[in-house]
């Protein structure tokens, strides 16, 4: 039998319980669904939805992690002594498996438009083409061709597994404590150049001046889906990450500051993406190709774009990796402990499957674009039913097991660790959030979306 790591320090686990919420979810996805649904009215819902959903349901996350001191599969059996409710562990590691397969494929592009970038090859435009015909092309050779992609996922998935090799100690958390600063670093660096153009204050009325005529029943369930997605909710990542924190740490505390730095790299992403794409005529609802078609237009057009851009991109790197990190930790952490082998092997075998995985998400953007999945590509299919359905399902099925199946008792056990820390007032008001709220809307919201 394997001895559990645990993180060493306070900082760790939020570096690494940080990178796992930051990441793509925030800076690929927050600001084209931002875009696509109004800017300020979405960030609105979004706030309400963080606060009052995605704050109790991420401590809750973590004390049935350390509560269980096990892995996403079984720590839902263990604490409640009731075996079957395994199956959302099952579920959440499904989820976040298909999750690391996407996640990897879009860090290998990511990692080809930053070589293409520095390079300048990626804005090296033939005379009267238009640009945005330019970029579109770019991304839909990049995908024909797929071997960029391929070459780029490998690295990822390989510099991932390498850091998840060396265990939670002196892998997860040491390289967490150094990629989490850089993050936040190249994140000012940037946000300092956007505050310089000319449609920087259109944006900051963009994300912050809501107009509540646009607010929609589908704006609304996007906010919170996208609340759920940034905070890594719903996937087994906070309880895998709870069972390796000591009970001496208040659990709640380190929530807050969770939610607190994803929540304000979200809003950096909008406040670095929709000053250049206002000062340079992009548009704010250009959807997923947000990333890789419409801001190289705008860092084309810009003085000092080129560098720009490669600077942007190796910043969305660093945050796949980040995220990733943690994705690979859970399915490591259930090897470990459901078949009884050493890190290095579970390792490995995570590492190999996520490549086979990715792989197939390439091919299907590239050659095997022809083969649909309910009318959409591979990716598009996972995307939608890991988004729509089986995150806020888990994230659901996890607050009626802990409100009632564990109870309120042992849970405020547990988050006050075992009397150390004081109950805070706001306990039994989110308690009967995670109750009686939460799991009907999370219900409502995913029988709209199919």
């Given at each position: 039998?394997n ?6 320090s306070?900082?760790g ?11 793509l979810g925030?800076?690929?996805?927050f600001?084209y669904m931002a ?6 009215a979405f960030i609105?819902?979004?706030l309400i ?7 109790p349901l991420?401590y ?16 839902f059996?263990?604490i ?5 409710l395994?199956?959302?562990g099952y ?6 498996f298909l ?7 879009i860090?290998g ?8 970038s ?6 090296t435009?033939?005379p009267?083409v238009e640009?945005?015909?330019h970029?579109?092309t770019?991304?839909k050779?990049?995908n024909?061709n ?13 510099a991932?597994g390498?850091?998840n090799?060396?265990g939670?100690k ?11 600063p850089?993050?936040?670093v ?8 956007s505050m310089?153009?000319?449609g920087?204050?259109?944006a ?9 005529s646009a607010?929609t ?8 889906g ?11 990542l ?9 009970k ?10 969770v939610?607190i730095?994803d ?7 909008g406040?670095?993406?929709f000053?250049?794409v206002f000062?340079y005529?992009?548009?704010?609802a250009?959807g997923p190709s ?13 003085p000092?774009?080129?560098w720009?851009g490669a600077?942007?991109?190796?910043l969305?790197i660093?945050?796949?990796?980040t995220s990733?990190?943690?994705i690979f930790?859970i399915?490591?952490?259930c090897?470990l402990e459901?078949?009884?082998?050493s890190r290095h092997?579970a390792t ?8 086979v ?9 590239g ?10 590509t ?6 939608a039913?890991t ?8 994230g659901a099925l996890?607050?009626v097991?802990?409100t009632?199946?564990w109870?309120?008792?042992?849970m405020e ?10 109950s805070?007032?706001?306990?039994p008001?989110?308690?009967t959030?995670l ?6 809307i999370?219900?409502a919201?995913?029988?709209?979306s199919?």
């Open positions: 039998m001895e559990r790591d645990n993180f060493s306070k900082l686990i939020i570096a690494a319980a940080a990178g796992s919420a930051i990441g925030n800076i690929w996805k600001p875009g696509q649904n109004g800017g300020g609105f819902v979004y939805a963080v606060v009052l959903m995605g704050y991420l809750t996350e973590f004390a049935l992690g350390r509560r269980g001191c096990s892995n996403a599969i079984d720590a059996g263990k409640t002594g009731k075996k079957f395994n199956i959302v579920l959440a590691v499904g989820t976040v999750l690391a397969t996407f996640y990897a494929m860090a592009w990511v990692i080809y438009y930053f070589i293409i520095i390079t300048g090859e990626l804005y435009i033939t009267n640009l945005a015909t970029f579109e770019v991304f050779t990049m024909q797929a071997v960029w992609p391929i070459i780029g996922m490998v690295i990822a998935v390989l991932t390498f850091i090799f060396s939670i002196d892998g997860v958390e040491k390289y967490s404590k150094v990629l989490m850089l993050l936040f190249i994140f000012i660096v940037l946000i300092g150049y310089a153009l000319d920087f204050t259109v900051v009325n963009f994300l912050f001046k809501p107009d509540f607010l029943p589908g704006t609304i369930i996007s906010a919170i996208q609340a759920f997605f940034s905070l890594s909710l719903g996937m087994g906070l309880v895998t990450y709870g069972s390796y924190v000591p001496t740490e208040n659990l709640r505390a380190i929530s807050r500051q939610v730095a929540t304000l790299i979200a809003i950096f992403s406040l670095l993406i000053p250049a000062t005529g992009g548009s704010p250009a947000l990333l890789f078609e419409a801001l190289p237009q705008v860092f084309a057009q810009m000092g774009g080129r720009f600077l942007f991109f190796l969305v660093v945050a796949s990796i990733m990190i943690s930790e399915i490591i952490t090897l459901k078949l009884h082998i092997k490995v075998i995570v590492v190999i499957a996520i490549l995985g990715s792989l197939i998400n390439i091919l299907g953007e050659p095997w674009s022809h083969v649909t999945l309910n009318g959409s591979i990716f598009g299919f996972l995307d039913i988004n729509n359905i089986t995150i806020p399902l888990t996890t607050a097991i802990a009632w199946f109870k309120y008792k042992n056990h547990e988050l006050t660790s075992e009397g150390l820390y004081k805070n007032v706001e306990g008001i989110f308690f959030l109750k009686w709220v939460i799991p009907p999370i219900l919201l995913i029988i709209t199919l």
